[in-house]
């Protein structure tokens, strides 16, 4: 009876911490581990004194408190490369380089670009081989400072 209850105890916290993928941290996996090394040595220290059932459910319970409280303070691998990546994604209304290149060829205003370039909040990270690019097709260097955010 007391290994039957052990093992559905292990097996209800096991299924617990594989349950939680979407979870950003590891709140669930520090659970079910903690839980489960909580029960081991509760029942081994129970035993000791002839209540290893009860020490195991006391184990597991502190092991689970103890592990849910480290696992929230660990991030899941890639959960911050994530975040990172569509905070970069580009905004379907900013405008690209080549827009601002077609404009400058087809002699659109200055002012009017640059004002394009401000209304749709458009961000460029310019090289100095990018700037030299712009240049060599006309863009002027009032659109290109205006591009750097000057």
Do not use: W, Y
């Not at 009876?1 to 097996?11: E, P």
């Not at 669930?28 to 909580?38: M, N, S």
């Not at 849910?68 to 890639?78: D, L």
């Not at 994604?89 to 004002?115: R, W």
Request: charged share 15%; aromatic share 2%; glycine share 14%.
């Amino acid at each position: 009876m007391k290994k039957l209850l052990a093992v559905i105890l292990s097996a209800g916290l096991m299924f617990a911490a594989l349950g939680c993928e979407t979870n950003k941290t590891r709140v669930a996996e520090g659970a079910g581990i903690g839980g489960a090394l909580g029960a081991l040595a509760g029942g081994i220290i129970g035993h000791q004194g002839g209540h290893g059932v009860e020490g195991a459910l006391i184990g597991a319970a502190a092991g689970a408190a103890t592990g849910a409280v480290v696992g929230s303070q660990i991030n899941k691998p890639g959960t911050a490369n994530q975040l990172a990546a569509s905070q970069q994604t580009v905004s379907p209304n900013q405008m690209t380089t080549q827009q601002i290149v077609d404009l400058s060829k087809q002699k659109v205003n200055d002012a009017v670009i640059i004002d394009k370039i401000k209304l749709t909040n458009s961000k460029f990270v310019l090289t100095p081989a990018d700037v030299d690019n712009l240049k060599s097709q006309g863009v002027s260097a009032a659109v290109i400072s205006a591009m750097q955010g000057a």
